[in-house]
């Protein structure tokens, strides 16, 4: 367990910045002027250069990532009721999320905007949960017709 754990956290940290990565490429083609913006441009006034607004900006989507995939371990909790999984794994991420979203500047800091930022994150969890739990159903179903097959 302890070395499945540690898989994933590494495994999220490199998850982690290439997300982060991606989504800055991504921004920067959408903007389409042939600049890279690596981040946002107050972060960057916050840390009072480029350099480390980037590298705060690297380690924080490292964190995240390295969060969100060691917590995944919660879902092998099997003593543990969906209920009591799902709002144990989502409390972490949340403060995880909105921790690292607050730093890097990537929602506006008043109470509009992390109100904002933390409902279009659950409605984002809500969703891939959704989507999660409907596949695992079909799956648990073609197991249980397989069993049934050979019986």
């Known amino acids: 367990m302890k070395k499945k754990l540690l898989f994933r956290l590494f495994a999220g940290l490199l998850g982690g910045i290439a997300i982060n990565y991606s989504i ?12 890279y913006y690596p981040c946002v441009p107050s972060l960057i006034e916050r840390f009072g250069d480029e350099v480390a607004a980037v590298i705060i900006q690297a380690v924080l989507s490292a964190v995240l990532g390295a ?12 003593e543990w009721s969906l209920f009591k ?11 995880l999320m909105m921790t690292a979203a607050y730093i ?14 933390f409902v279009i994150f659950f409605a984002i969890f809500i969703v891939v949960w959704i989507v999660q ?8 179903s073609k197991i249980k017709e397989g069993i049934q097959k050979n019986n």
Do not use: P
Not at 133 to 140: Q, S
């Open 104 to 117: 890097c500047e990537w929602m506006e800091h008043s109470v509009k905007g992390v109100l904002s930022y």
């Open 67 to 78: 969060g969100f995939a060691g917590c995944s371990i919660i879902w092998e909790k099997e």
């Open 24 to 35: 800055t490429i991504g921004i920067s083609v959408v903007i389409g002027d042939g600049n």
């Open 133 to 140: 739990y409907m596949i695992w159903k079909v799956r648990i």
């Open 85 to 95: 999984q799902t709002s144990i794994y989502f409390l972490i991420v949340s403060v």
